[in-house]
């Protein structure tokens, strides 16, 4: 008899790892005394041996689809959803995901290491400023030639940048410190062919190599008495520092939220280490993704921002760190401050008729019995502070250990 259903139990041993490790056992007993049972009924029938094993190798089949059901039932969405490590995997998740895409975040390692120039420090762009919203415009071809003839404090040249050709005067390796190998990448666009500026182009691009021990502010001033006679203002600026201010403006966004959120969470020191770790991971991964876009943009000639650089992108930044922000205090509030699992099963209680003996609110509980959290509903004015309420021990058999109520 075993050799007629050997096969069968064979089959519902390998269906028993698709079920539930806890209920795994208790589930193969069932379906092999199902077997035994099918066995012995239909032997007694009078049916073959044959047509007995190929009966009950067709109902043992079905081990596999109830296996399943039974994961299916006891695997809980929302425990998994509330538990805290979701909170801390799915920032890391995506962190993983960018890391892939942007070739290990290429953009912000470019920008912490700086520009593959000698001495990148002292690489500048100059601008002529209009003094309006901060935004500057391109000097003509005769403001350069005049620069180039009278400043003492910096060398400079011309260069334009037409899609993927750059024009630029002779000195330009020169000023650069290097001759670049194409293709590079300049003010954020790709270069992969370099030829000669014509000196009689109306505006350029002014690329500058300070003399040391030269400031920039020495030049600027050296520069606008050049430019004088036509009252022109000068505006200076870092070359390695203007590529370098999305990463400057995320990490400052990043740090800044991070001291908000701080201030305003409240409880034990395990759960502003909770809060801690959950809000960095979310708003690293919201900075690096908002760097390695910024870093994508092309930087004008001038080195100032155009609309989008200025506003659009630092005010997207803005709002999702907000936002970011929001959702954490708002997470935090809504978890167990002992096993930081989100609260479940809502109650409401109270009655709107007598605000005064019984006021209306919510009541959640914790999924592993830790306590309660009533959370007043605003009457009148405000609504009072949510109160929590820790259970005692003989509260604990109302809980499964995993989470729930029974």
């Known amino acids: 008899m075993s050799l007629d259903v050997s096969l069968c139990r064979c089959t519902i041993r390998v269906a028993s790892w698709l079920a539930p490790a806890d209920l795994r056992t208790e589930w193969s007993e069932q379906w092999n005394a199902e077997i035994w049972h099918g066995y012995a009924s239909l032997k007694g029938r009078g049916a073959s041996r044959a047509e007995a094993r190929h ?14 059901d039974l994961r299916r039932s006891v695997f809980n969405l929302r425990a998994g959803l509330g538990h805290p ?3 801390l995997a799915l920032p890391l998740v995506l962190l993983a995901i960018l890391f892939a895409a942007t070739h290990g975040f290429r953009n912000c390692r470019e920008m912490i290491a700086g520009l593959p120039y000698p001495l990148p420090q002292q690489l500048m762009l100059v601008s002529q400023s209009v003094r309006v919203l901060g935004f500057e415009a391109p000097p003509s071809a005769a403001d350069l030639l005049a620069w180039q003839r009278q400043s003492s404090r910096a060398s400079l040249a011309g260069f334009v940048v037409q899609g993927r050709v750059l024009r630029v005067t002779p000195n330009f390796n020169d000023v650069l410190g290097v001759a670049p190998r194409t293709p590079f990448r300049l003010l954020g666009q790709t270069i992969e062919t370099i030829k000669p500026l014509d000196r009689k182009r109306g505006r350029v691009g002014v690329l500058a190599r300070l003399k040391s021990p030269a400031f920039p ?11 004088s006679p036509r009252g022109s203002a000068v505006a200076v600026k870092s070359l390695q520092g203007r590529l370098r201010e999305p990463l400057v403006f995320s990490a400052v966004v990043w740090a800044l939220t991070l ?3 701080m201030a305003l969470v409240r409880g034990r020191w395990r759960g502003a280490l909770f809060f801690f770790a959950k809000t960095t991971l979310a708003q690293g991964a919201l900075a690096a993704a908002w760097t390695e876009l910024a870093a994508r943009l092309t930087t004008p000639p001038t080195g100032g ?6 506003f659009l992108l630092p005010g997207l930044l803005l709002m999702g760190a907000a936002l970011a922000l929001r959702w954490s205090l708002y997470d935090q509030k809504g978890r167990c401050p002992v096993c930081f699992q989100l609260l479940a099963m809502p109650v409401r209680i109270g009655s ?13 509980l914790c999924p592993r019995g830790h306590g309660s959290l009533l959370i007043p509903e605003p009457v009148v004015h405000a609504a009072e502070p949510a109160a929590w ?15 729930g109520s029974r």
Do not use: H, Y
Not at 305 to 310: C, E, I, K, L, P
């Open 55 to 68: 009966k009950l190798l067709r109902f043992s089949v079905g081990a596999f689809s109830d296996a399943v």
């Open 85 to 87: 490590a979701f909170c």
């Open 305 to 310: 921002s155009s609309v989008t650089g200025a």
């Open 352 to 364: 709107r008729s007598s605000i005064i003996l019984d006021r209306p609110g919510v009541e959640v």
């Open 259 to 261: 001291v908000v959120g």
């Open 217 to 227: 502010a020495e030049v600027e001033a050296e520069l606008v008495q050049v430019s």
């Open 389 to 403: 309420t820790v259970f005692n021990e003989s509260w604990k058999d109302c809980f499964t250990p995993g989470g």
